[in-house]
């Protein structure tokens, strides 16, 4: 059955470096999504990509985030510069046409120290 | 405010019972989804109930939505242990002809089943 794949599971980083977080979404899906979850919270929104842009994004997703689809397989999300409170499980998804269901990775356990 | 919202928050049961979760929400909606996570794992889909629906089974799976009270069940048939897990339900409020899917999650119920 097709999935919804992330590297790293697990990525520990030092406050005020970069981070990438890489998801290969189901291949023939067309929206992609990133969500995270603090430890303990609900799930949140971050930001939904189609057509090779940027179709919403949150209040959290600010000018440190960014998204990017390289080549067409890969779906990344870049973290410039990480703080404390970007600690967090973030979650790729991805969604056929309509309105369909979503497939979410397993998750990338960021720990920022 | 506070769109998927379940309860109970916690719910402790017996091998063989059947679990009940419910999730209210606030703003009309596309579809609801509902999620499971185990421990500190990724999020596997249930099943998605459409706003048309009223009804939809999936193996011990059974959900429903309410649209004139803005809520949905889960009901878990003759639960397992391996059913204990977190559950969430999830629903796309996306306006427009073209959906972009965003979801919006409820804080959870947390499935204890005993053997």
């Known amino acids: 059955e097709p999935e919804v794949t992330q590297t790293p599971s697990h990525q520990v980083t030092q406050m005020g470096q970069e981070v990438i977080l890489r998801c290969v979404p189901i291949s023939n899906h067309l929206y992609f999504y990133w969500y995270r979850q603090i430890l303990g919270q609900k799930v949140e929104f971050l930001v939904s990509?189609?057509?090779?842009?940027?179709?919403?994004k949150s209040e959290i997703f600010d000018d440190q985030f960014s998204v990017e689809r390289p080549d067409g397989s890969n779906f990344t999300l870049k973290i410039r510069s990480t703080k404390l409170e970007d600690s967090a499980m973030y979650f790729c998804?991805?969604?056929?046409?309509?309105?369909?269901?979503?497939?979410f990775g397993q998750g990338t356990r960021l720990t920022v120290v | 405010s506070q769109q998927g919202e379940e309860d109970p928050q916690a719910l402790s049961i017996q091998e063989g019972e059947n679990a009940t979760m419910n999730c209210s929400y606030k703003?009309?909606?596309?579809?609801l989804q509902w999620y499971r996570q185990n421990s500190g794992r990724g999020l596997v889909h249930l099943i998605l109930?459409?706003?048309?629906?009223r009804e939809k089974h999936s193996g011990r799976l059974r959900v429903t939505l309410d649209t004139s009270k803005k809520s949905s069940s889960l009901l878990i048939t003759a639960s397992r242990a391996a059913d204990t897990a977190s559950y969430f339900c999830a629903t796309d409020a996306s306006a427009g002809g073209t959906s972009y899917g965003k979801l919006t999650f409820g804080q959870g119920t947390i499935l204890t089943v005993h053997p």
């Open positions: 109930i459409r706003s048309n629906e």
């Open positions: 990509f189609y057509n090779n842009e940027i179709s919403e």
């Open positions: 703003t009309s909606i596309n579809n």
């Open positions: 998804a991805s969604k056929g046409p309509g309105y369909a269901e979503a497939f």
